[in-house]
């Protein structure tokens, strides 16, 4: 019997925190279909509720996300899954294309344009799509034993899933490159020496420091720090002109925020701001 999304997608909201967990650990959380279509839907959510301030993606069991499931539903929206035609018949020209554009690509983009800031928690081996998955956040804090891999070159594939993308801008387009091209694994501490990973720490400390770090963003200025977040991200595909002028615009907004004027007063009042997130 096929497990119901929400047993293998688990969910609780605590503190403004939505914590978001792969759960199923049988299979180092290689990603299916349905579990795709579920964290897309929880981060779209996110984005909406003004309850929630941050988001925490995270694992059970000894792997964060093996990558793609190959059997996991009528397209794994990776290139590494199963692909028909749109009417289950053989694959056409245009299908792998539509596919990863369909799938693989929207779930990393829903990590990248998720409104409030999103925060890895790599308890174990990110590999593929996983690894994306992980960089594609915001903060990536992972536990000693994980392992990051860019495992396509294994299996004479080009990375997809936003990975030739993501990974140039943290680690450069050599080591991007050696990464790819070789598909080695780099261990957490490795990962953090390049630019991959915030902070390594203990396995049995991997959930309370996410919790700490995540419920200090969530006490912060949540609409400050969703443009600063879309300022980052876009300052790495434009100009400088476009990116100067993004930055003003961006505090033109949000200086009409709840939070920012409640940060000037603060301010000027000698105390500790109580930001809403509004």
Known sequence: MTAAPEDTVLHRTENNVSWITLNRPEAMNAVTWAQR??????????????????????????GFCAGADLRGGPATGSATGPVTGSGGGDRVAGDVARTIRLGAQRLITAVLDCEKPVLAAVNGTAAGIGSHLALACDLV????????????????????GGGAYLLPRLVGPQKAKELMFFG?????????????????????????????WAERLAQGP????????????????????????????????NMTTADANEGVASFVERRTPKYLGR
């Open 37 to 62: 279509e579920r964290v897309i839907a929880l981060l779209a959510d996110a984005s909406a509720d003004p309850a929630v301030r941050a988001v925490v993606l995270t694992a059970t069991g000894k």
């Open 141 to 160: 804090i992972a536990a000693e034993g994980a392992r990051f891999i860019e495992v396509f070159v294994r299996r004479g594939l080009v990375p997809d």
């Open 222 to 253: 949540t609409r400050a720090l969703a443009m600063t977040k879309q300022l980052v991200n876009a300052s790495l595909d434009g100009d400088r002109a476009a990116a100067l002028a993004a930055e003003a615009t961006a505090q033109e907004i």
């Open 184 to 212: 080695d694994a780099v261990p957490a501490a490795e990962a953090a020496r390049l630019g991959l990973v915030n902070k390594v720490v203990a396995a049995e400390e991997l959930q309370d420091t996410a919790r700490e």
